[in-house]
């Protein structure tokens, strides 16, 4: 489902395949590489190889508007809105430190939007070292006014 806005210009829509394509080039950055890989909600890693991998990825993606006044944005405010994001992380690799590291990323990307993320949900849904090891770890990075707070959730 896109997000759409109602502004003083009139309807912006932004789709998930927007963000798809951002996460594929936050993941395909150089010190990214090899430590995550983009996922199904399953656990299959999702291959920037593959011929669809953007929809494919778009299909798996949660992405929602945080309630606000008839979706609507005013001057300079934005809209905050809820993404969760599953991944597979690498054996051995700082499942804190990939989350931080995406998180900023994301973070950094979205200054551009009319949209802010209100709460950044990270799902671990795996672990790959030889084979993909099914796993169930949600990190969410909760933001508002004053600070970042971060929970593990398992």
Known sequence: MAI???GELGKIVIS?????RLLMDIFDKKYMSGRGF???K????ISSTG???????????RLELVSNKNNSIEGENKAPFII????????G???KGLCEDLIDEIISATNKFPIYPKVIIIKVVGVKSTNIIKREVI??????DKARRFTLKS
Do not use: C, H, Q, W
Not at 139 to 144: A, K, T
């Open 4 to 6: 759409e806005l109602k």
């Open 16 to 20: 998930r395949r927007v963000f798809a």
């Open 38 to 40: 983009l996922a199904t």
């Open 42 to 45: 399953k656990g299959k890693e």
């Open 51 to 61: 011929k669809s991998y953007i929809g494919e990825l778009a299909s798996n993606l």
């Open 84 to 91: 969760e994001i599953p991944v597979i992380t690498k054996f």
């Open 93 to 95: 690799a700082s499942i």
């Open 139 to 144: 990190m969410e990075y909760e933001y508002d």
